[in-house]
């Protein structure tokens, strides 16, 4: 079964700032799933990618299929963008693995 | 398109009723899932549907947990009977092709056993 760990748990930062947020899982996957949850709030798909790179505004994801590694990135960070950052892993069709989130304060 | 349309958005019961959690997928989507979240324990996956047809019901907690997908337009979550250990927020969401592809989630129900 696909592990899935993200890193951090919790991040604080201040508004402005570039933040990463890092997703690794141990089993080969046929894509990677950013969402995102802001507080009392439904869930938002950000990304779904299988190589390479997307774009969105402010955010870029990344994904590494040798290092089973992806990472969400955030440029010019703003208070709007606080809320739990949850990475999931597609393995054909087997069911999505979550992983526990990362819950994301910025601070004006 | 009005996206994923659940229903109702909160529900408070007592312990023993009967709850039913409705869905609408998006149409055109042909697999649906059913997921609950808690603090405790994050996403997990309860039971998911391909074509109106119950492809893995293996994360359904107990035998109090049932769910249906008469149509392609509607899915039902029942508990019964329902227990404190049941509340939390309870998600739909629906794909076209599964799961290597772009999900839409509803906007869940909270559920509260007292």
């Known amino acids: 079964k696909n592990e899935v760990e993200q890193s951090p748990q919790n991040l604080t930062a201040q508004e402005g700032e570039f933040i990463t947020i890092n997703c690794s899982y141990s089993?080969?996957?046929?894509?990677l799933h950013w969402l995102q949850q802001h507080p009392g709030g439904g869930i938002v798909s950000l990304f779904m990618?299988?190589?390479g790179k997307k774009k969105h505004g402010r955010l870029i994801a990344t994904i590494n299929i040798q290092e089973k590694h992806s990472s969400l990135h955030i440029t010019a960070s703003h208070p709007r963008d606080s809320a739990v950052y949850i990475c999931?892993?597609?393995?054909?069709?087997?069911?999505?693995?979550f992983g526990k989130g990362t819950r994301l304060s910025v601070i004006a | 398109d009005a996206g994923v349309i659940q229903s109702p958005r909160h529900e408070v019961t007592e312990m023993g009723q009967e709850v039913t959690l409705r869905c609408k997928p998006i149409?055109?989507?042909?697999?649906l899932f059913w997921y609950r979240q808690t603090m405790m324990r994050g996403l997990e996956l309860l039971i998911y549907?391909?074509?109106?047809?119950?492809?893995?019901d293996s994360g359904m907690p107990e035998d109090r947990f049932s769910a249906k997908m008469p149509n392609a337009s509607f899915s039902t979550l029942k508990i019964q009977p329902s227990e404190p250990r049941d509340s939390a927020v309870y998600f739909c969401?629906?794909?076209?092709?599964?799961?290597?592809?772009?999900?839409?989630f509803g906007s869940g129900t909270r559920l509260t056993v007292v």
């Open positions: 969401a629906s794909s076209l092709l599964g799961q290597g592809y772009g999900y839409t």
């Open positions: 999931a892993a597609a393995s054909g069709n087997t069911p999505l693995v």
């Open positions: 089993v080969g996957i046929s894509a």
């Open positions: 549907f391909n074509n109106n047809v119950p492809i893995d």
């Open positions: 990618l299988s190589s």
């Open positions: 149409s055109g989507h042909d697999y």
